[in-house]
T-cell receptor, first 111, second 112 residues
Framework: DAKTTQPTSMDCAEGRAANLPCNHSTISGNEYVYWYRQIHSQGPQYIIHGLKNNETNEMASLIITEDRKSSTLILPHATLRDTAVYYC????????????FGQGTRLTINP | DAGITQSPRHKVTETGTPVTLRCHQTENHRYMYWYRQDPGHGLRLIHYSYGVKDTDKGEVSDGYSVSRSKTEDFLLTLESATSSQTSVYFCAIGRRDNTEAFFGQGTRLTVV
């Protein structure tokens, strides 16, 4: 079973920031938080990952709470192309990427 | 794209027939994975490989076998296809530092 809990769906207006929450209350000290997204029927796409510090890249920002039990993915200026299912996943950094996908959050960006 | 090619992209086969799906990479990555995705489920790991001839089972490995005789190719075989194996199959690859996985475009398999 997935170790994360996400809302089933969210809406966001184009050009606004999209904030996607994720709860991972049972995360272990050697586990990272990863975010992937899946646009329509394409293969999942890596977005970002982090351990305990906030992270930012060209796609998004990841905010992890101090107790590491939850996190938020931020898409700063959402576009219609960001409409997708977003998956929050926790995994140990060592070894193979045996990703356990939950149901994810279906994010719809509205014009 | 991360240099991953899945073939075929679509296939319809009959129950009881053998089927082999191929994943080919041009990135020389160490890790390769096979996932399946069904309505109402997220992606589920079938098998993975951490090197040539080194493979291991994932969450839903029953009814599937894999082989990796060279770095660039990872084959998924259904020895005797069943209707429950109708699904979309995704291959993924990962570098040795293992920071992220890159996914292929998927193979839609229908078993009738």
């Amino acid at each position: 079973d997935a170790k994360t809990t996400q809302p089933t769906s969210m809406d966001c207006a184009e050009g606004r920031a999209a904030n996607l929450p994720c709860n991972h209350s049972t995360i272990s000290g050697n586990e990272y938080v990863y975010w992937y997204r899946q646009i329509h029927s394409q293969g999942p796409q890596y977005i970002i990952h982090g351990l305990k510090n906030n992270e930012t890249n060209e796609m998004a920002s990841l905010i992890i709470t101090e107790d590491r039990k939850s996190s938020t993915l931020i898409l700063p200026h959402a576009t219609l192309r960001d409409t997708a299912v977003y998956y929050c996943i926790v995994r140990a950094i060592q070894g193979a990427q045996k990703l356990v996908f939950g149901q994810g959050t279906r994010l719809t960006i509205n014009p | 794209d991360a240099g991953i090619t899945q073939s075929p992209r679509h296939k319809v086969t009959e129950t009881g027939t053998p089927v082999t799906l191929r994943c080919h990479q041009t990135e020389n990555h160490r890790y390769m994975y096979w996932y399946r995705q069904d309505p109402g489920h997220g992606l589920r790991l079938i098998h993975y490989s951490y090197g040539v001839k080194d493979t291991d089972k994932g969450e839903v490995s029953d009814g599937y076998s894999v082989s990796r005789s060279k770095t660039e190719d990872f084959l998924l075989t259904l020895e005797s296809a069943t209707s429950s194996q109708t699904s979309v199959y995704f291959c993924a690859i990962g570098r040795r530092d293992n920071t992220e996985a890159f996914f292929g475009q998927g193979t839609r398999l229908t078993v009738v």
